[in-house]
């Protein structure tokens, strides 16, 4: 054993020794360290090291691979001080390490004595303990070790425990008093774990403590729903005691008598989340439907839920997608669109696939899910069904796996489809006489109930509220969403007067033609009751929100309605359910058939007003956003933009009506960075174009930044003619006004094109004539920028020394500014030149480095260089790890739509494919670079022939056919 060691598996696997770190070398180490690490002292038998090395098939040479795996982890120990720690036992390997000597048994000691501590009432020792333990995990354990059984149950156990420590540290919180912060962190946990009672429970009692009684009850129900719901199950003893305490206003809930909830045994484990969103009301009365639907779906591969407006199809549709096995899913509110042709790329957006330059979104989707095992749901189906059912119909034909699930007032007339039609909740009979009691069997008085309390209003058990009960939900029609808005006004109106409006007011509404169903005459009724009882600012504000796509911030509705109380009138309109907050989000919505019915109340002179007003705050928000796109807070804003991508294209698309095509030209061009950054290259391509088609009155400037922004975008797909064309244009405006720094970014992006092209002495002549412009400018961000091309451009064509000058001079300037991309740019420039300088080590640790702050900052071009690099820093050093990395490159490089970098990757690959002698898969893979290089007219990077042509040399000497080749 040796002093000073420590075992760190709570996060990436890492061991230090009393000389430093010890370098573990690939999955496979790792893989070792944490197997041993979970039973320190425990001998391991070579089986189940060898299951855990190779999950599926292990090698014929497993046992000598596993023997050679430990003598070079033993040796990289003794490197790091740490000798004699692991031993060879028989049948297998011991770690001889103390139990403290390991995070992760450090961390159950203090989760065990933090949870006595909790039960004996050590509040402060338990709170010590337990940061002290949770503070020791680094993020998720085991990820970067090879995922077999073992690292899965171990992951899981414990992630157990940290929850479980969670609970307990909140627990003993509450004890000391820490009741009102620790609010919001429970509301994020129940969130990402709703099926856990004892979360519920500490946020019903943190909620009471906090003087939010209300707010307590209703997490109960929230609770309830949740389990009920989604696990058919009633709360636990535990939680309907806590409800009737907080109920009865119980003193022993208050501080002062400590009666902390009590330790629970969680025994329920956590369900798989799928990418769905979060219901916004209860689902009730659909057992049923749900095991037809399911039924439906594994018997056809097109199902669609009719119904009408309101009755819960959505509701439903997410209930069956996240019990559904299948290896993917991909859910598509169709809701803020209204354009036909934009259907495919929604569709493209839920499954993450950017652009992909040569290929349309139909094709892209189909190569994405020809040969998966997926379901899509395509929501609110109903104003495009049409282009729905052109979508379908060609996916279906394409990708057999492929399931689809839509929601639809009609059917999409598929050939195959199934539809099943959802009816409204039972009713009782309005005509008939109930007690209370016999309401039970009901669900839709069960969900007017509930959300009237949820409001906060109390409900009589009564013969006269039963029968108000049963007017109102026989009245709407059993349809969930009209029951809810009527709910809502409990908080104002007792339950008698809202039955007299709909029996005298709402009736009347339901009656007569419109040419519309009844359900439907019953739903815009409880909609416009609501509306006609808002103040007239209430309904006015409400009205204005109809110009919004998809969802919106408060400084957009402030924006619309430029009075003091904004903020007072929105919250008002989400009490009353008109207005919906997102869950987890400081974001708002109007459902769909609230937002039609608002658009069907706004005045033209209103829409005009409130289009304005949506476009010019949009304008100044993306104005903001794009000088701190190169900033430490890049990242967040990035998030912001993303968020209002559908209200961008909005106010995009109002701008361009405009007889001044200035607004259109500063919001378009405002957005190119953050179009760049997302991968949003045919939106910013499109948008400038249509900008630059108006008339020239705009300013000289502006056009040039606009021709700029178009230029790189095209760029970006690999169309290097068309963004010549439009930076000569670009260079034309900019050189008549005298915008040297337009200038310098325009001669970067043409030398850019120059180096994807191969003329490297003209990239280079671009480059540093901008440098020199940046430069007298004092322009930071283009300096490193400038710098950054120029050592990219140079280590490509094999100049190593001055690639090492220029990144060095970059990534100083990067590092000042707090510009993460530039520096993770700069730190992949260094990498490679260490990579073709042999120095395996120092270009490992530096692409490890920017590959983490492209992780970090969420830049997929990014991600994809650090990765492409690696790959090849793993290939020299005879790294299995190699391939894997390569792989996951191109499939970024193919998503992105850059064929530049992908024919690079494809080729690395071959060269792997001959390595193993697996001579077809090599000559393919060239050929397909071969065949992407003599499309675009673009050669192969001359720090990359040595390679290619070792590649090209063995596939001669294996005599199998190989392209023709094309070392530029």
């Known amino acids: 054993m040796s002093e000073g060691l420590d075992i760190r598996i709570l996060g990436p696997v890492e061991v230090a020794g009393p000389d430093g770190q010890v370098d573990l070398r690939g999955r496979g180490q790792r893989t070792l360290v944490a197997r041993l690490a979970l039973q320190p002292g425990t001998t391991i038998s070579q089986d189940a090291l060898i299951k855990a090395l190779w999950p599926q098939a292990p090698p014929p040479t497993a046992v000598k691979t596993l023997h050679s795996h430990m003598a070079r982890l033993r040796h990289q120990l003794r490197q790091a001080g740490v000798t004699d720690v692991i031993a060879t036992r028989d049948p297998g390997y011991v770690l001889l390490a103390e139990p403290d000597e390991v995070d992760a048994t450090r961390f159950e000691n203090l989760a065990a004595a933090g949870r006595s501590a909790v039960a004996m009432g050590q509040s402060e020792l338990s709170s010590r303990l337990l940061r002290a333990g949770l503070t020791l995990w680094r993020g998720e354990p085991l990820t970067d070790c090879r995922q077999g059984e073992w690292a899965r149950a171990a992951a899981v156990r414990l992630g157990e425990i940290r929850l479980a420590a969670s609970e307990d540290l909140i627990s003993a919180r509450l004890a000391l008093g820490e009741h009102i912060t620790a609010v919001g962190e429970l509301e994020s946990l129940v ?61 022993t809930l208050d501080l002062s008598a400590t009666p902390i909830v009590p330790v629970a045994d969680p025994s329920l484990a956590d369900r798989f989340r799928r990418p769905l969103p979060v219901p916004l009301t209860r689902l009730v009365d659909r057992a049923a439907d749900m095991a037809r639907t399911r039924w439906l779906l594994d018997q056809r591969r097109l199902v669609t839920l009719t119904g009408p407006g309101g009755c819960g199809k959505t509701r439903l549709a997410i209930a069956v997608a996240s019990g559904y096995e299948t290896g993917g899913l991909g859910f598509v509110d169709l809701t803020p669109l209204n354009e036909p042709a934009l259907v495919p790329q929604s569709v493209a957006d839920a499954f993450r696939l950017p652009e992909r330059a040569g290929r349309s979104v139909l094709d892209t989707l189909v190569d994405h899910v020809r040969d998966r095992t997926m379901l899509l749901v395509l929501d609110n189906c109903e104003h495009l069904v049409k282009a729905c059912a052109q979508l379908v119909r060609a996916l279906l034909s394409a990708c057999p796996a492929l399931h689809v699930l839509a929601t639809s007032r009609e059917p999409l007339h598929v050939p195959g489809e199934s539809v099943y039609t959802l009816r409204p909740l039972p009713t009782p009979d309005p005509d008939a006489t109930y007690s209370y009691e016999d309401l039970a069997s009901y669900d839709a008085i069960h969900l007017f109930v509930d959300r009237a309390q949820e409001a906060g209003a109390h409900i009589e058990k009564d013969a006269a509220t039963a029968q108000a009960l049963v007017t109102i939900c026989a009245s709407l029609d059993g349809l969930p969403l009209a029951i809810e808005l009527a709910a809502a006004r409990t908080a104002a109106l007792p339950v008698s007067q809202i039955a007299e409006h709909l029996r005298d007011r709402f009736l009347a509404l339901c009656s007569g033609g419109h040419g519309a169903r009844p359900q439907h005459r019953a739903l815009h009724a409880t909609i416009k009751w609501s509306y006609d009882l808002l103040t007239p600012d209430e309904q006015a504000l409400f009205r204005s929100l109809a110009v919004f796509a998809g969802s919106f911030e408060l400084p957009a509705v402030e924006a619309l309605w430029p009075h003091d109380d904004a903020v007072d009138l929105l919250g008002r309109l989400v009490e009353k359910s008109l207005v919906t907050k997102e869950p987890d989000t400081a974001r708002y919505r109007l459902l769909d058939t609230i937002r039609h019915f608002a658009a069907e109340q706004i005045t033209r002179e209103e829409r005009a007003q409130a289009r304005r007003l949506h476009a010019e705050y949009h304008l100044r928000l993306a104005e903001r956003a794009e000088g701190q796109l190169c900033g430490a807070g890049a990242v967040q804003w990035l998030k912001r933009l993303a968020a209002e991508h559908e209200n961008l294209r909005a106010a995009v698309t109002w701008t361009l009506t405009q007889s001044d095509p200035t607004l259109a030209l500063r919001l378009t061009s405002a957005l190119i960075r953050y179009c760049r950054l997302r991968g949003h290259y045919q939106d910013c391509r499109d948008w400038l174009t249509a900008a630059l088609e108006r008339d020239g009155r705009a300013p000289a400037t502006l056009r040039a930044k606009a021709f700029a922004g178009a230029a790189a975008v095209t760029f970006l797909q690999c169309d290097y003619d068309p963004a010549v064309l439009l930076a000569e244009q670009s260079l034309i405006l900019y050189e008549s006004g005298g915008d040297q720094r337009g200038l310098a970014f325009v001669r970067s992006l043409l030398g850019s094109i120059c180096r994807e092209q191969g003329d490297y002495p003209r990239a280079l002549d671009y480059h540093q004539s901008a440098l020199r412009n940046f430069q007298a400018l004092d322009d930071e961000h283009g300096i490193a920028l400038a710098l950054h091309l120029c050592a990219f451009t140079a280590w490509l064509r094999g100049d190593l020394v001055s690639a090492e000058r220029w990144a060095y001079e970059s990534l100083r300037h990067s590092r000042k500014l707090g510009d993460a991309e530039s520096t993770s740019s700069a730190l992949k420039n260094l990498g490679a030149v260490a990579h073709y300088r042999s120095d395996s080590k120092l270009a490992r640790r530096l692409l490890l480095e920017a590959h983490a702050i492209s992780e970090r900052t969420g830049c997929r071009e990014g991600i994809a260089w650090a990765l492409n690099l690696l790959g090849l820093v793993h290939h020299a050093t005879g790294s299995a790890e190699a391939e894997p990395l390569l792989e996951r490159s191109l499939a970024v490089h193919r998503e992105l739509g850059d064929r530049w970098r992908t024919a690079s990757v494809l080729e690395a690959l071959a060269a792997i494919a001959c390595d193993r002698s697996e001579w077809p898969r090599a000559a393919h893979l060239l050929n397909e670079a071969t065949e992407i290089r003599g499309t675009l007219g673009i050669p192969v990077p001359p720090c990359e022939c040595p390679l290619l042509r070792r590649t090209q040399a063995a596939l001669s000497a294996a005599q199998v056919a190989r392209p023709r080749e094309r070392d530029g």
């Open 191 to 251: 969130t990402q774990h709703p099926f856990r009672e004892r979360l519920w429970e500490l946020l019903i009692l943190a909620l009471y403590r906090s003087g939010r009684q209300a707010d307590a009850l209703a997490a109960f129900h929230r609770a309830r729903t949740a389990l009920v719901d989604e696990l058919g199950i009633e709360p636990g003893r535990q939680l309907r005691r806590l409800e009737v305490a907080v109920l009865a206003a119980d003193p």
